[in-house]
């Protein structure tokens, strides 16, 4: 499971200093290690553009020229492979999307009137935003977001773009297809949401993304319930990589294979994880790609889990990739899966903070606050590594996680263990980009909240990524008979909530200290004002004014802040507090606040162990969803006389191939820097997928 970006902005402290042994470090020597960090110069430009809500920045890849060429190989068809699944996402999150990237682009390239006007420059916003999305729903909030034009300004840029091969339909004209596309991008009514997780409505219905088509949520349901075994104890993730339609009146999968939906492109995927397998740097890294190889073959589920285990199992590897259907959050039913991929390499010298924890990791959860039937007994193969991105894929594009725990089965997680990955390059680029914006200074209530957070706060989000994806997804079990899909609609969100406050509750561990991961606990402190500060309001910015939140991690967030906030009222835990005509969260009692942590821990792995969809329900709809409109309004404003973008997302490097006749010596790394540019490369080199018209 994928943790996503805490709104939370800090001057970057990378500290990277803890040795890899349980001794205890001075913390003075890391204080000042830490400080000399912040010393560090950097002209590297990562911030690069923003617009609407969102901001484009860049990354670096430290490290890359130390690589072996074979090494840089594997990376280059590895990064190849990602992006071209690109469409692959599009088509997943509306079925009319890339049929409207597609009309898009051909205005840009081919419009020969006035490019200066205001209304051709919220087109080229428009088409960005789709860009970034993926399509026409919101990457955050799932609104469908509407131009900012009008609908017969865009029937003037189709008019006016002669050359342009516009996606039409046999004897379809020019005239016929402008209404069409019309509706598709002005009608509020069209495919509103991408999904909708209200258990009120058919949430199949009402959702945009395309994994169903003439079923309902019954009909979806029950066709999932009749192919389950209950006593089976390695079930496959049934419906993971499958579109459900009905023809004739008869529900069936159409499976995401080559020869089967998606082929055109996973044929390209195929071709280049081919080639990183000729150059894989071990048999067993070679054993796992050709076992991807073989899943993407024959859409053969069983086969899936066996790449699973295989890829868990290399651990010896410097480079290493996800590349399939992974996460379920875009699925109303939680069931099917996104295309995604990240391709990376070791970060040696910062592992060494995530191997203390992971093997410390059968401590933690002996120690956890939870009931002792929901733990393991043994923990088995968490590993950790911190990780440099090379490229970023599918749903990880342009918006990326800071942090990837998978695979996601909980009886390959039981039997075999968990990768856990922090994207430290990735948190790098994003408070080298927030550098000088006001952030603290308008929303941290006194000086000492702001100096704990810019002399802590790069340590204590990453270790709290570290916490999050190591071990608290990787924690508890499932009690015997409970089904994986058992919260529904409801299960990202307590999913991400218990890993959440797992990272919480230990940062303010002793043992933390202890093991030399950080230097004391004011690293913990700062973390919990961040998180407080972002539950409660920061994170408001991102959603339109009025709406509620729908996006699981966002959910999670609110619901861990507000519980906390309301069970902690009579010992004044955390204040709520107005000062000059602002709204401010302080908390009193860092200790009472962890206590509250464990509590909420001990009853969200309850609720997940024991499958309890009533209790998991009414946490999320009590706690995680609706907003005060007053705190929400105000928590704009405040973000608009800054001119922050609440969210972010990056252009990948791209790489040429150094050549020495008819071999290649080497791979040097580019770096661009042009967002639009980038788009309309990847749309001209990596379409494959046909249009549906």
């Keep these: 499971m994928k943790k996503q970006i805490h709104l939370l902005i800090v001057v970057i402290l990378l500290a ?43 990354y670096k890849v430290p490290g890359f020229e130390e690589l072996s060429k074979n090494q840089k190989l594997l990376l280059y068809y590895l990064s190849e492979s990602a992006r071209c699944g690109r469409d692959i996402i599009y088509d997943q999150n509306y079925k009319y999307n890339l049929k409207i990237r597609k009309t898009l ?11 200066e006007t205001k209304d051709f420059k919220n087109f080229v916003v428009y088409l960005k935003r789709v860009w970034f999305s993926n399509g026409i729903h919101h990457h955050y909030s799932t609104d469908k977001f509407m131009p900012g034009f009008s609908d017969k300004y865009f029937q003037e840029l189709v008019q006016n773009s002669p050359d342009a091969e516009f996606p039409l339909k046999d004897s379809q004209s020019l005239a016929q297809f402008i209404p069409e596309m019309t509706s598709l991008l002005f009608d509020p009514e069209i495919a509103p949401k991408k999904i909708n997780l209200d258990p009120e409505q058919d949430m199949v219905k009402s959702s945009a993304v395309n994994f169903y088509e003439g079923v309902n949520q019954k009909e979806a349901e029950a066709f999932y319930r009749q192919m389950k075994d209950p006593d089976d104890e390695t079930p496959i993730a049934y419906g993971l990589n499958s579109k459900l339609v009905k023809e004739g009146g008869v529900v069936k999968e159409e499976t995401y294979k080559i020869g089967g939906l998606y082929s055109p492109a996973l044929e390209k995927v195929v071709f280049w994880l081919e080639k990183a397998a000729g150059v894989a740097e071990n048999p067993q890294q070679k054993a796992v790609i050709d076992k991807l190889v073989e899943f993407y073959r024959t859409g053969d589920l069983k ?38 991929s990240v391709v990376n390499f070791k970060d040696i010298e910062a592992t060494r903070r995530t191997e203390i924890i992971s093997g410390n990791a059968q401590w933690f959860e002996d120690h956890s606050p939870v009931d002792e039937r929901f733990k393991k007994e043994e923990v088995k193969g968490v590993s950790a590594k911190v990780i440099t991105a090379v490229q970023l894929g599918g749903d990880c594009y342009p918006s990326t996680p800071i942090g990837i725990n998978l695979p996601n089965a909980d009886w390959i997680r039981k039997q075999h263990g968990s990768k856990s990955v922090t994207l430290e390059n990735i948190t790098y680029a994003y408070d080298k980009a927030s550098l000088g914006n006001g952030f603290l200074q308008e929303f941290c209530y006194s000086p000492e909240e702001i100096e704990l957070a810019k002399k802590y706060g790069p340590i204590a989000g990453n270790l709290h990524t570290d916490l999050h994806e190591c071990l608290g997804h990787g924690s508890g079990q499932l009690l015997p008979g409970t089904s994986p899909e058992a919260l529904k609609n409801y299960s990202s969100t307590l999913e991400e909530t218990r890993a959440d406050l797992f990272a919480l509750y230990y940062l303010m561990d002793d043992k933390m200290v202890e093991l030399g991961i950080m230097p004391n606990l004011d690293v913990a402190k700062a973390e919990y004002n961040g998180y407080i500060r972002n539950g409660m309001m920061t994170q408001l910015a991102r959603i339109e004014l009025g709406k509620n939140i729908e996006q699981a991690h966002m959910r999670n967030r609110q619901l861990i802040s507000y519980w906390c906030y309301e069970q902690g009222r009579a010992d004044n835990v955390i204040e709520k507090i107005d000062k000059d005509g602002k709204t401010y969260f302080k908390i009193n009692d860092y200790q009472k606040l962890r206590d509250l942590f464990g509590t909420l821990l001990a009853e969200v792995q309850r609720i997940k162990s024991e499958g309890d969809y009533e209790a998991g329900k009414n946490l ?39 050549r020495d006749g008819d071999g290649i010596s080497d791979v040097k790394i580019v770096y661009g820097d042009d967002y639009t540019e980038q788009m309309m490369h990847y749309s001209e080199a990596y379409s494959f997928l046909p249009i549906r018209k």
């Design 16 to 58: 990277t200093s803890c040795n890899n042994t349980n001794k205890n470090v001075n913390n003075n020597e890391m204080d000042e290690k830490m400080e000399d960090k912040t010393e560090q110069k950097d002209d590297f430009t990562f911030l690069l553009e923003q617009f609407a809500d969102l901001k484009i920045m860049r």
């Design 105 to 115: 682009e051909e205005i840009y390239k081919n419009y020969n009137g006035d490019r």
């Design 303 to 340: 086969v899936y889990d066996e790449y699973n285990v295989l890829w868990v199992d290399d651990l010896d590897s410097r480079v290493d990739f996800v590349n399939g259907f992974t996460e379920n959050y875009n699925d109303p039913l939680g069931m099917k899966a996104t295309w995604e």
């Design 620 to 658: 999320v709809e009590t706690y995680g969803i609706r907003v005060n409109y007053d705190l929400h309004k105000e928590m704009k404003e405040r973000f608009d006389k800054l001119n922050i973008a609440p969210y972010g997302g990056f252009i990948n490097p791209s790489f040429e191939l150094v």
